[in-house]
């Protein structure tokens, strides 16, 4: 059985350890914040971090991740108080259908966390592994960009 | 002896890799020898108390230590092989486990079906000399030049640690039926660090 820290808790699954995280989030754990689009680590919809890395949980089994903290965008914040990338994106709008959203908004979070104040260019540099097939890209790098603002405390 | 085994020193030792007047002369010295699990025990305590004792007097005493196992050079090498071997095969193991989550998607698939990718059995990469192609290949993936359309590989450097990485490099050479590379894990070491 392996043990997985999620968002901060350390939790016992059941799933055998070749098993990619992203199923286990979402059918064990009910975590559904990320997102099966290709199942080959090709579009980005899957990204979680681990160790502030950002990573394509449906590549990425849960045996190698023993022992390392994983980040969804369930632990970025609440409904009711949303973190500084969530709040970003609501102000931005920038989800039209949304399912790329949340894997942009663990890699984004990633580049901040090294430098919140990341440009134009790094952003899109970042989120270069990322497909959004609504075309809504001009919306989620300024929310990007706003979360890097809110993250340095510009209100 | 204190409620620990003493294992024996001759040749009886059950060292998988048998000891020889070097090792045996740094493990006295450090508590501690590549392919040797370190001192534990009451043997600490020795490793301590030989801190006092000259480089010459070591060497001393581990030639004479390393002269009770008494069992031929060869014999005493197929030891150290097969152990070495079996060490290989359990890193290999975990690599296989690696590969089932993190490879096989795609290059089970092979080039013919959509999604799919090269078998890793015909990768140049896996035959040559050394696993810096391949390492490096894991850990950036395969990106087009930027606007261009091409082939494409997710990069795995910040899903797999050094030593995972270095578990899946032991098991991929494998399938390339050539002989195992030497020191996978320092040159993962090296390439994370961008030497």
């Given at each position: 059985m392996?043990?997985?820290?999620?968002?901060?808790?350390?939790?016992?699954?059941?799933?055998?350890?070749?098993?990619?995280?992203?199923?286990?989030?979402?059918?064990?754990?009910?975590?559904n914040a990320a997102k099966f689009g290709c199942g080959l680590g090709q579009c980005g919809a899957c990204t979680v971090l681990a160790d502030?890395?950002?990573?394509?949980?449906?590549?990425?089994?849960?045996?190698?991740?023993?022992?390392?903290?994983?980040?969804?965008?369930?632990?970025?914040?609440?409904?009711?108080?949303?973190?500084?990338?969530?709040?970003?994106?609501?102000?931005?709008?920038?989800?039209?259908?949304?399912?790329c959203i949340p894997g942009m908004m663990m890699r984004a979070q990633a580049l901040l966390e090294r430098n919140a104040g990341a440009s134009e260019n790094e952003i899109r540099a970042a989120l270069q592994p990322h497909l959004c097939r609504c075309g809504t890209h001009m919306r989620i790098v300024h929310a990007v960009a706003r979360a890097g603002e809110l993250m340095r405390g510009k209100s | 002896m204190?409620?620990?085994?003493?294992?024996?020193?001759?040749?009886?030792?059950?060292?998988?890799?048998?000891?020889?007047?070097?090792?045996?002369?740094?493990?006295?010295?450090?508590?501690?020898?590549?392919?040797?699990?370190?001192?534990a025990g009451p043997m600490s305590e020795v490793v301590h108390d030989l801190s006092q004792v000259n480089e010459a007097d070591l060497r001393a005493l581990a030639t004479y230590?390393?002269?009770l196992d008494t069992r031929s050079d060869a014999d005493r090498a197929k030891l150290?092989?097969?152990?070495?071997?079996?060490?290989?095969?359990?890193?290999?193991?975990?690599?296989?486990?690696?590969?089932?989550?993190?490879?096989?998607?795609c290059h089970n698939r092979g080039r013919g079906e959509q999604g799919g990718a090269l078998e890793l059995p015909l990768g140049t990469a896996l035959t040559i000399p050394t696993p810096r192609n391949l390492a490096t290949i894991i850990r950036e993936?395969?990106?087009p030049p930027e606007g261009e359309?091409?082939?494409?590989m997710p990069a795995f450097a910040g899903a797999l640690t050094d030593e995972q990485l270095t578990e899946l490099l032991v098991y991929l050479r494998a399938l390339s039926g050539q002989p195992a590379w030497r020191d996978v894990a320092g040159e993962v070491k090296k390439i994370s660090r961008g030497d």
């Amino acid at each position: 059985m392996a043990k997985l820290d999620v968002n901060g808790r350390v939790l016992e699954v059941q799933a055998d350890g070749a098993t990619p995280l992203l199923y286990v989030l979402r059918d064990e754990l009910g975590l559904n914040a990320a997102k099966f689009g290709c199942g080959l680590g090709q579009c980005g919809a899957c990204t979680v971090l681990a160790d502030g890395e950002a990573i394509f949980s449906c590549i990425t089994p849960v045996s190698v991740l023993q022992g390392r903290k994983i980040r969804t965008v369930e632990g970025l914040g609440t409904v009711e108080k949303p973190g500084p990338m969530q709040q970003a994106f609501i102000e931005a709008q920038a989800a039209q259908c949304g399912y790329c959203i949340p894997g942009m908004m663990m890699r984004a979070q990633a580049l901040l966390e090294r430098n919140a104040g990341a440009s134009e260019n790094e952003i899109r540099a970042a989120l270069q592994p990322h497909l959004c097939r609504c075309g809504t890209h001009m919306r989620i790098v300024h929310a990007v960009a706003r979360a890097g603002e809110l993250m340095r405390g510009k209100s | 002896m204190e409620g620990w085994h003493a294992p024996a020193l001759n040749s009886a030792s059950p060292s998988p890799v048998p000891w020889t007047v070097e090792t045996l002369q740094t493990y006295l010295r450090h508590g501690i020898a590549d392919l040797h699990a370190q001192s534990a025990g009451p043997m600490s305590e020795v490793v301590h108390d030989l801190s006092q004792v000259n480089e010459a007097d070591l060497r001393a005493l581990a030639t004479y230590i390393a002269s009770l196992d008494t069992r031929s050079d060869a014999d005493r090498a197929k030891l150290r092989e097969a152990a070495l071997a079996r060490a290989g095969a359990s890193k290999a193991q975990h690599g296989n486990a690696i590969y089932d989550g993190s490879c096989a998607d795609c290059h089970n698939r092979g080039r013919g079906e959509q999604g799919g990718a090269l078998e890793l059995p015909l990768g140049t990469a896996l035959t040559i000399p050394t696993p810096r192609n391949l390492a490096t290949i894991i850990r950036e993936g395969i990106v087009p030049p930027e606007g261009e359309r091409g082939a494409w590989m997710p990069a795995f450097a910040g899903a797999l640690t050094d030593e995972q990485l270095t578990e899946l490099l032991v098991y991929l050479r494998a399938l390339s039926g050539q002989p195992a590379w030497r020191d996978v894990a320092g040159e993962v070491k090296k390439i994370s660090r961008g030497d």
